[in-house]
Every structure is written in C-alpha cells, then in structure tokens.
C-alpha cells in the first residue's frame, strides 16, 4: 500500500515562508502527476499545484507567484515552496497523484498564516 507523508508545516506570520515535503513510499512520483491540496476549516479539500511526470505546472489562481511545486524523482519527494503566505492560506495540506487520487490520503501537514 502507498503511504503518502506531509510535514514542513506549521505557524508563519503573514508573508512568510514555508516548505512542504510530501515522501511517497513507492516509485509513484515518477510515473504520475503529483498534486499539493488543501482543506480549510468547514471548506472542502482544494486543489492548490499539480506538476506532470515532464515538469509542467499548474497552479490555482490565488496562489500563482506565490507558490511552487517541484518534485525529486530519485528520492520519491514532491515539495511546495510557499512564499508571500496570507492567512486565507491556513489549512491542512495533503499531497496525493493528480487526477486520480490514491484512497489512503496522508496525515497531511497543517499550515497557519498568522499574526
């Protein structure tokens, strides 16, 4: 069975940085499109970066410029550098393939933009 593992979050004041890291526990990463997503408080899970198997990004319009999501095939890792943070940001972040996401989601890693 996959396991997908978040960390890197955590409690960042208003135009602060973060970065993710989401370790997947087979060789995945390489082979399919990798995603970053999010569930806000009483808000239904996002999508927030995609990155396909030959580096093309997509990212959701409120985080364009601010985001970036990058992967390591060799280490089976997909990151999410986040910069410029606001705090419509706060939430759970979870990494998982895009657009057929595996059923056993992560922990995911929780993410607070706050003064």
């Known amino acids: 069975q996959v396991q997908l593992v978040e960390s890197g979050g955590g409690l960042v004041q208003p135009g602060g940085s973060l970065r993710l890291s989401c370790a997947v526990s087979?060789?995945?990463?390489?082979?399919?499109?990798m995603a970053w997503y999010r569930q806000a408080p009483g808000k239904q899970r996002e999508l927030v970066a995609r990155?396909?198997?030959?580096?093309?990004?997509n990212y959701e319009d409120s985080v364009k410029g601010r985001f970036t999501i990058s992967r390591d095939n060799a280490k089976n890792t997909v990151y999410l550098q986040m910069n410029m943070l606001k705090p419509e940001d706060t939430a759970v972040y979870y990494c998982?393939?895009?657009?057929?996401?595996?059923?056993?989601w992560g922990q995911g890693t929780q993410v607070t933009v706050s003064s």
């Open positions: 990155i396909g198997t030959a580096g093309d990004t």
């Open positions: 998982n393939v895009f657009p057929n996401t595996l059923a056993n």
């Open positions: 087979t060789f995945i990463v390489s082979w399919n499109t």
